[in-house]
């Protein structure tokens, strides 16, 4: 098993540009969580979906994020328009049934200039 | 308010010290929780459960205290290795996502 896959693992970009992140989550996980990681704020959680299904997104920043899992197989998190307060490293992390250890990509280390 | 705090250290230790984290959560109703490590620039990865009666792995314990609501790792014999970020982690109920510590960081030094 490859594990949760996370592309690009660097993006650097100027504000104002739009980025988009991805996540491929391990075969036959019901549950994808997108979480952002700083050192003034630690890791918080931004939208996880259940079967596809976005659940709850209260910890999407504003409207500049959005978020979408197509199919069971494949999400994405996108910034638009960036902004240098966005940097940050942005993982995501699968798991099957509820209660179960939560698997983490190797993140994507965002800098927005 | 914070859900999960944790000191954020760092704690400085030499090896073979034994170092202890605490971390205390807000929600009495929570009803599970772990320890997971992180090493510099690399993912979060479960070190381990933390059950009701205490438990152990090595030269790692854990403990929970639900009068005080706070959980607890014990390090035994520290090796260099250990150096890393500790996060505790909480889940209030089987379908809610963890809560993650801001995390303790530990240097063991030689």
């Known amino acids: 098993d490859a594990g949760v896959i996370q592309s690009p693992r660097h993006e650097v970009t100027e504000m104002g540009q739009e980025v988009t992140l991805r996540c491929k989550p391990i075969?036959?996980?019901?549950?994808l969580f997108w979480y952002r990681q700083t050192m003034m704020r630690g890791l918080e959680l931004l939208i996880y979906?259940?079967?596809?299904?976005?659940?709850?997104d209260s910890g999407m920043p504003e409207d500049r994020f959005s978020a979408k899992m197509p199919n069971a197989s494949f999400s994405t998190l996108k910034i638009q328009p960036s902004e240098p307060r966005d940097s940050a490293v942005y993982f995501c992390?699968?798991?099957?049934?509820?209660?179960?250890?939560?698997?983490f990509g190797s993140g994507t280390q965002l800098s927005v200039l | 308010r914070k859900e999960v705090e944790q000191d954020p250290g760092p704690f400085n230790v030499p090896e073979g010290a034994t170092v202890a984290f605490n971390c205390t959560y807000s929600?009495?109703?929570?009803?599970?929780f772990f320890w997971y490590r992180q090493d510099c620039r690399k993912e979060p990865k479960l070190l381990m459960s933390?059950?009701?009666s205490g438990n152990e792995d090595g030269r790692f314990t854990a403990q929970l205290n639900r009068a005080s609501q706070y959980i607890s790792l014990l390090i035994r014999d520290s090796k260099l290795s250990d150096s890393a970020t500790y996060l505790c982690?909480?889940?209030?109920?089987?379908?809610?996502?963890?809560?993650f510590g801001k995390g303790t960081r530990l240097s063991v030094i030689a």
């Open positions: 979906f259940n079967n596809n299904v976005p659940i709850d």
């Open positions: 933390v059950y009701s």
């Open positions: 982690v909480v889940i209030d109920s089987g379908n809610t996502p963890l809560v």
């Open positions: 992390a699968s798991r099957g049934q509820a209660g179960e250890k939560l698997f």
């Open positions: 075969s036959g996980h019901d549950y």
């Open positions: 929600n009495s109703a929570s009803q599970s």
